[in-house]
Nanobody, 127 residues
Framework: DVQLVESGGGSVETGGSLRLSCTAS??????????LAWFRQRPLHEREGVAS???????SYADSVQGRFSISLDNDKSTLFLQMNNLKPEDTAMYYC????????????????????WGQGTQVTVS
């Protein structure tokens, strides 16, 4: 069974940094074609895509985080990361790791529906 487990959330001051991690080996070591992503859900907002990476290494970012956040996989492709720099109060949200067993089209990579598996989330609070 595929499990995605996030960690690394916490509280940080405006301008600070956090790095989120998501164990993904149950996915990346089983499927050769996939899309992994980070989503977030802010209070009173819909869940939104933040960043995605495909098995081909193609990366997409939401405009709101472009230049501040960076998504990556470790060399073993076991762990998905989201490096978050210059954090703002509006980045406060529950952050989720998600996976799809196909390489999604660019227009779908930051949309919820195509993703088959989700982690439980990790809270990020910026004050």
């Amino acid at each position: 069974d595929v499990q995605l487990v996030e960690s690394g959330g916490g509280s940080v001051e405006t301008g600070g940094s956090l790095r989120l991690s998501c164990t993904a080996s149950g996915y990346t070591h089983v499927y050769t074609r996939y899309t992994l992503a980070w989503f977030r859900q802010r209070p009173l907002h819909e869940r939104e895509g933040v960043a995605s990476i495909t098995s081909d290494g193609i990366i997409s970012y939401a405009d709101s985080v472009q230049g501040r956040f960076s998504i990556s996989l470790d060399n073993d492709k076991s762990t998905l990361f989201l490096q978050m720099n210059n954090l703002k109060p509006e980045d406060t949200a529950m952050y989720y790791c998600a996976a799809s067993i196909i390489v999604l089209q660019p227009a779908s990579r930051l949309r919820q529906r195509p993703y088959n598996h989700w982690g439980q989330g990790t809270q990020v609070t910026v004050s």
